[in-house]
């Protein structure tokens, strides 16, 4: 009797820890289903982060099963009864070096699998003579404060300070299709530009000018949150990233320039 039941307490033990593999792996086969994972990616360089994502994903993936497994057969195994004395062992070198080097390859593999999405993103962003906007003549200027998004377009000559710039808050105006050049900037602490259908997150650094690109491939509205804990409004920093066909987004901003200089005029 004494002995079922500890057969039974192994197993339902065994089982519990089973079911986390179980339950994880499950977790990620139906995400997509269960409207729990990214939303569909829309900019340019987001085949490319996803790919990234998907490979560290699964190598990630691989060990955790293959992990558990083995724990679910030791607990197995070892579980049981055995009045033999315990055997005492003081490790083993080649089992260090393995798990030391696997480790170490998989990351240098890492390493190399990401830097040309991290200098397309990041560093050097693809750019030809035709583009309307580069690095040096952004399209707009978004700044970050507790608790808004407020961004600039610049004046016909480009200057961002002065009554000819447009300003709008927590929404954003941008032409499809086209590389967005823009500078991040904080007024007062960390934040975070994340807009998630276009798997682009990039802090605002008080004190710096972070330049950031992104080229939408699809109109449509996109959400865009403050991904850095930055106070008790942190919530409110939620915006929208209109992407908006061409002519359309010229139409918008012209709009706003002739409101601009209609502004307290009668006639
Ligand atoms: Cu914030």
């Not at 998004?149 to 016909?156: A, I, N």
Request: proline fraction near 6%; include cysteine; hydrophobic fraction near 45%.
């Amino acid at each position: 009797m004494a002995q079922l039941k500890h057969l039974l307490f192994r197993l339902i033990v065994t089982a519990l820890f089973l079911a986390v593999p179980i339950l994880g792996v499950w977790t990620f086969v139906n995400a997509d289903q269960m409207h729990v994972w990214f939303p569909e990616a829309v900019s340019s360089f987001g085949g490319e982060i996803d790919h990234l994502f998907s490979l560290i994903l699964w190598m990630v993936g691989i060990t955790f099963v293959a992990t558990e497994v083995l724990l679910v057969l030791i607990i197995l195994r070892y579980s049981r009864r055995d009045p033999s004395r315990s055997h005492y062992t003081h490790g083993s070198h080649v089992l260090e070096m393995v798990w030391t080097a696997v480790p170490a390859l998989l990351l240098l593999f890492i390493l190399f699998s990401q830097m040309g999405v991290w200098s397309e993103v990041k560093i050097a962003p693809p750019h030809e003579p035709s583009d309307p906007y580069s690095r040096e003549n952004p399209l707009m200027r978004v700044y970050a404060s507790q608790f808004d998004w407020r961004v600039r377009y610049p004046d016909e000559e480009g200057n961002f300070e002065g009554e000819n710039v447009v300003e709008s808050a927590y929404d954003i105006y941008v032409p499809v299709d086209t590389k967005v050049f823009f500078d991040l900037v904080s007024r007062d602490v960390l934040h975070s530009f994340y807009v998630p259908n276009f798997r682009l997150k990039q802090d605002a650094i008080p004190g710096m000018k972070v330049p950031v690109w992104f080229e939408a491939r699809e109109v449509g509205d996109f959400d865009l949150i403050c991904a850095e804990l930055c106070g008790w409004g942190h919530y409110k920093m939620a915006g929208r990233v209109h992407v908006l066909p061409q002519d359309e987004y010229t139409a918008w901003l012209e709009g706003q320039r002739e409101a601009l200089y209609d502004n307290g005029s009668e006639d």
